[in-house]
């Protein structure tokens, strides 16, 4: 099975700000990850898919990249409605999610 | 737009089927896609229960595939999860979605979601 471990676990940061965002697979996963960003109370939503391609009606804020074992999303001048949980996912066997990293805006 | 609904009881016995069903409108189910079901339990993470297809071709999380099984009702532009026996640790947030075009795992559209607490 491969795991995803996404890091960190939190972070705070203050509206414009850039924020960096972690995923690693314990074995390859070609390009095969997604990103989803999840509000209090609501169900997920696309932002990526395929490591770097933004789902329909996503910022240009959102972007990401990497590749085998590595990814990284990134979003460029936080906006305070960018606060939540966001979940990388590989598309192999159980399509696994990370354990996800929690952004607060400051 | 595509718009899916979960529906099914909030509350189920333990040791007994946990079921439920998720109606598509404004996308005809047999068009493609894989439509699937992801639950949450109560502050955790995201896991994928199963997927289908149009077809009716099935795909399990193997954490769950002896007691899962998905279906779909073309007619009735719908599909279901069955989950049995149920237990405290099925207690969840089951969400329906669909893939996006071209993608068989990243999920574009979803319900809003079900809350099912499984207790006696």
């Known amino acids: 099975e491969i795991v995803l471990t996404q890091s960190p676990a939190a972070l705070s940061l203050s509206p414009g700000e850039r924020a960096t965002l972690s995923c690693r697979a314990s074995h390859s996963v070609s390009s095969s990850i997604a990103w989803y960003q999840q509000r209090a109370g609501q169900a997920p939503r696309l932002l990526i898919f395929d490591a770097s391609n933004r789902a329909t009606g996503i910022p240009a804020r959102f972007s990401g990249s990497g590749s085998g074992t590595d990814f990284t999303l990134t979003i460029t001048s936080l906006e305070t409605e960018d606060c939540g949980v966001y979940y990388c996912q590989h598309r192999y066997t159980s399509l696994t999610f990370g354990g996800g990293t929690k952004v607060e805006i400051k | 737009q595509v718009q899916l609904q979960e529906s099914g009881p909030g509350l189920v016995k333990p040791s007994d089927t946990l079921s439920l069903t998720c109606d598509v409108s404004g996308y005809s189910i047999t068009i493609g896609n894989y439509w699937a079901w992801i639950r949450q339990a109560p502050g955790k993470g995201l896991e994928w229960i199963g997927s289908i297809y149009h077809s009716g071709t099935t795909y399990y999380n193997p954490s769950l595939k002896t007691r899962v099984t998905i279906s779909v009702d073309t007619s009735k532009n719908r599909f279901s999860l069955h989950l049995s026996p149920a237990t405290a640790a099925d207690t969840a947030i089951y969400f329906c979605?669909?893939?996006?075009?071209?993608?068989?795992?990243?999920?574009?559209?979803w319900g809003q979601g079900s809350l099912v607490a499984v207790s006696s």
């Open positions: 979605a669909r893939t996006h075009d071209g993608s068989g795992y990243a999920f574009q559209h």
